[in-house]
């Protein structure tokens, strides 16, 4: 199984909304990743789990809160987004934080209304 | 990581091989080039990666220059699905930052 699952595909949220977006991976990655792309852009990285610990937060506002209850899955809680924050979300996974080889899922089209 | 650039754009006729040039000058001895490419609406997808030597997968083949400052990603025979945005990323091994830069946006034309 080399896929990394995100549910939901898309999500369409009030600014007073409370949601989360769920990323699942079965490899045995030990590395996660949190992505946000708006259209036209490329992805832009936000968070690095490694080892269920966050390692690296590239300076993402408050309103997004991850989470890795365990090496599968990982978690991105939302609240009180901007219009400005609709955007794809992308997760991936890798064997290792210092394995560039990275799988991503289809990701999660959020739009914030 | 050092920096890398890309053409915003290529074209490239089905069934032909599709070239696609990236330059890192600035590249590092313990930095490794990557390329991904991301079809429109879906994650990206790794392709094939190197050091200094040339390398050949399933999907595609990367010549790297003697100098390293340059590479050149190959798709031997390029169909429509390949259609996509190429991605060409420089990371030394144990970086966990995967940081992509704007791409090439190619178009394989029937």
Same mark, same amino acid.
């Given at each position: ?7 939901? +595909? ?7 909304? +409370? +949601? ?10 030990? $590395?996660? @990743?949190? @992505? ?5 852009? #490329? ?5 690095? !789990?490694? !080892?269920? +610990? ?14 890795? #209850? ?9 609240? $009180? ?5 609709? $955007?794809? @979300? ?8 210092? $394995? ?14 | ?25 600035? /590249?590092?001895?313990?930095?490794? *080039?990557?390329?991904?490419?991301? =079809? ?9 990666? &190197?050091?200094?030597?040339?390398? %050949? ?5 990367? =010549? =790297? %220059? ?7 990603? /190959? ?7 390949? %259609?996509? *945005?190429?991605?060409?990323? *420089? =990371? ?6 995967? %940081?992509?830069?704007? &791409?090439?946006?190619?178009? *394989?034309?029937?």
């Amino acid at each position: 199984d080399t896929e990394v699952t995100q549910t939901p +595909k898309h999500l369409v949220m009030g600014m007073t909304n +409370k +949601k989360s977006l769920k990323c699942e991976q079965h490899m045995g990655h030990r $590395a996660m @990743y949190w @992505y946000k792309q708006k259209a036209k852009k #490329p992805p832009e990285l936000m968070f690095v !789990y490694s !080892y269920e +610990k966050l390692s690296i937060n590239e300076s993402v506002p408050s309103r997004f809160s991850p989470e890795c #209850p365990n090496s599968s899955l990982l978690n991105l809680h939302l609240h $009180a987004l901007q219009p400005e924050d609709s $955007a794809l @979300y992308l997760c991936a996974s890798s064997q290792d934080r210092g $394995a560039s080889e990275a799988f991503f899922g289809q990701g999660t089209r959020l739009t914030v209304v | 990581d050092a920096k890398t650039t890309q053409p915003p754009s290529m074209d490239c006729a089905e069934g032909r091989a599709a070239n696609l040039p990236c330059n890192h000058s600035t /590249i590092s001895g313990n930095e490794y *080039v990557y390329w991904y490419r991301q =079809i429109h609406s879906q994650g990206p997808q790794y392709i094939i990666h &190197g050091l200094k030597n040339n390398e %050949t997968n399933e999907m595609a083949s990367l =010549i =790297i %220059t003697e100098d390293r400052k340059s590479s050149t990603l /190959i798709l031997p025979h390029a169909t429509l699905r390949d %259609t996509a *945005v190429y991605y060409c990323i *420089v =990371i030394e091994t144990s970086g966990s930052r995967l %940081t992509f830069g704007e &791409g090439t946006q190619l178009t *394989v034309n029937p």
